[in-house]
Each structure stands twice: as C-alpha cells, then as structure tokens.
C-alpha cells in the first residue's frame, strides 16, 4: 500500500509543477505584453510632444505677426486675443503632452518592474 500512496503523492507532485509552470509562463506572457503596450504608449506619447511643440512654436511666431500687426493697426484687437488664445491653447497641449510622455515613462518603469523593490 505504502508504494502506491507514493505513487499518488508522485503524480501529486508533477500536476502542482505542471500547474505552477502554468502559471509562471501565464504571468510571463502578461509581463511581455505589458511592457509591449508601455513601449507603445510611450513612443505615441513622445510622437505627440513633437507635434504639439511644432504647433505651439507656430502659434508663437503667429502671435508675433499678431501683435506686429495689431501695434501697427493693421489688425483689430479681436485678432490680437484670439491668436493669443490660439497661442494659450498650444502651450497647453504641448505641456498635456509632455506630461502625457511622463506618466508614459513611468507606466514603462511599472512594467519593467522598477518599482518593484
């Protein structure tokens, strides 16, 4: 009898493992495709500051040309606050998508595991 209980206690033993293995390699492929979509995000985050800093650079020299034009009354001043508006509204996606490419960084540096110490 003693043989057979070892037996079981055997089969036991490899279906834990086979479960445990299961598991690990489960949590793996969660781990990898965490990172993957992290990476993503960060690289469209970073795809967004470059844009935005375009057009809040453009909404600068806009602005200029604005103001040019409204202190030499070739322009109203409903022309000189919208542009600034304009401007304002630029500078305030390209700081979103910074801050966006920061939270990005982190959520990488979750995946990774960095703060996991």
């Known amino acids: 009898m003693r043989g057979l209980s070892g037996v079981g206690a055997v089969k036991a033993a490899k279906a834990e493992h086979r479960a445990a293995t299961a598991q690990r390699e489960a949590a793996e492929r969660q781990a990898q495709l965490e990172v993957m979509e992290a990476t993503r995000m960060l690289e469209a985050a970073r795809q967004r500051v470059a844009v935005a800093g375009a057009a809040e650079q453009e909404a600068r ?17 409903t022309e000189l ?29 979750l995946a990774y595991g960095v703060y996991d110490q």
Do not use: F, K, M
């Open 61 to 77: 020299q806009a602005l200029e040309h604005a103001q040019l034009r409204y202190r030499t009354g070739a322009a109203p001043i």
């Open 81 to 109: 606050l919208d542009v600034q508006a304009a401007q304002t509204n630029a500078s305030l996606s390209h700081l979103a998508a910074r801050r966006d490419l920061l939270v990005a960084a982190a959520a990488l540096d």
